[in-house]
């Protein structure tokens, strides 16, 4: 079955360190992927995606994120982050195969100034 | 770039009526638009797909006779929410899919805050 999983829940970081939050994908054909974030009282921003080619991903606001097909991953990064990143950050994945857009349990991201 | 206008972003609805949300992609066809619910804290829980021009696909577990969802053209669909209960109470949150993908895959409305009263 189609599922997609973020392990950690709520990450807690100060401000200038580095970010990586996992996702973890599981499907069957071809898969699209995409990391959106969603700031307090606001709707969903798209920060980056994967549909095919250089699986290096950079994104919005210095992210980037990671398409490793053996380990099923799509891990986001960012190399230092500021109290403005604080938000929930939601990785997803679009089967080609169904067409639908399956969303991970999300991470809460609290960046201390 | 690809937008998908949804309305209305707030309402507010007496218990046992019905609410109807649009969902409009203003400058691509949308083959496959998506309903999502968002509780608070929570991540986003697919309900339904729905394809133009054809009955809408339900996830395990929610109800088709509550949500009626249409899907009457390219860049329309519509999401009602039928005899509405406090329960109901929640975030829906559209998408459109059109192609090629890359350009117009998945791109989601700024969703509409139901709450019934």
């Known amino acids: 079955a189609q599922s997609v999983s973020q392990h950690n829940h709520h990450v807690i970081l100060s401000e200038a360190a580095s970010l990586e939050l996992g996702c973890n994908y599981s499907?069957?054909?071809?898969?699209?992927l995409f990391w959106y974030v969603q700031y307090p009282g606001q709707h969903l921003q798209l920060l980056l995606k994967?549909?095919?080619?250089?699986?290096l991903v950079k994104g919005i606001k210095g992210f980037e994120a990671e398409f490793i097909k053996s380990k099923f991953s799509f891990n986001l990064r960012k190399p230092s982050v500021q109290w403005s990143d604080t938000a929930e950050y939601f990785c997803?994945?679009?089967?080609?195969?169904?067409?639908?857009?399956?969303f991970g349990q999300g991470t809460t991201l609290q960046v201390k100034p | 770039g690809a937008v998908v206008s949804q309305h209305p972003s707030r309402v507010i609805c007496k218990s046992g009526t019905s609410v109807k949300i649009e969902c409009r992609s203003l400058?691509?066809?949308?083959?496959?638009m998506f309903w999502y619910r968002q509780f608070p804290k929570q991540s986003l829980m697919l309900m339904a797909t729905?394809?133009?021009?054809?009955?809408?696909?339900?996830e395990q577990g929610v109800e088709k006779d509550k949500f009626l969802i249409n899907h009457a053209s390219l860049t329309l669909s519509t999401l009602t929410v039928t005899s509405a209960h406090p329960e109901d109470s929640s975030f829906y949150i559209c998408?459109?899919?059109?192609?090629?993908?890359?350009?117009?895959?998945?791109?989601f409305g700024s969703g509409t805050r139901l709450t019934v009263v």
């Open positions: 997803a994945g679009g089967s080609s195969n169904t067409g639908k857009l399956i």
């Open positions: 499907y069957g054909g071809t898969v699209n």
């Open positions: 994967y549909f095919s080619g250089d699986p």
């Open positions: 400058d691509f066809q949308a083959t496959t």
């Open positions: 729905s394809n133009e021009g054809s009955k809408a696909t339900y």
């Open positions: 998408s459109a899919r059109g192609q090629p993908e890359a350009n117009y895959g998945y791109t």
